[in-house]
């Protein structure tokens, strides 16, 4: 399965699990930046990353 580089708001909501108007909202404060290709809005894929920030490692039985 390829991994798509840029997605649509919509398709960003959907893999987000938020509302399509949650990621215009971030849109607008700066805080996704997007890349207009004629028509089209695209997030790029790092965008969406780099939001989430890092993910923790999981702990494996550390304090028992």
Same mark, same amino acid.
């Given at each position: 399965?390829?991994?798509?580089?840029?997605?649509?708001?919509?398709?960003?909501a959907?893999?987000?699990?938020?509302? %399509?108007s949650t @990621?215009?909202?971030?849109?607008?404060?700066?805080? $996704?930046?997007i *890349?207009?290709?004629?028509? %089209?809005?695209l @997030?790029p894929?790092?965008?969406?990353?780099?939001? $989430?920030?890092? *993910?923790p490692?999981?702990?494996?039985?550390?304090?028992?």
């Open positions: 399965m390829n991994t798509p580089i840029a997605l649509s708001p919509l398709e960003a959907e893999s987000l699990g938020v509302s %399509r @990621i215009y909202r971030l849109i607008d404060s700066g805080r $996704l930046r *890349v207009k290709i004629g028509r %089209r809005t @997030i894929a790092s965008q969406l990353l780099e939001l $989430l920030g890092p *993910v490692e999981p702990h494996h039985g550390a304090g028992k």
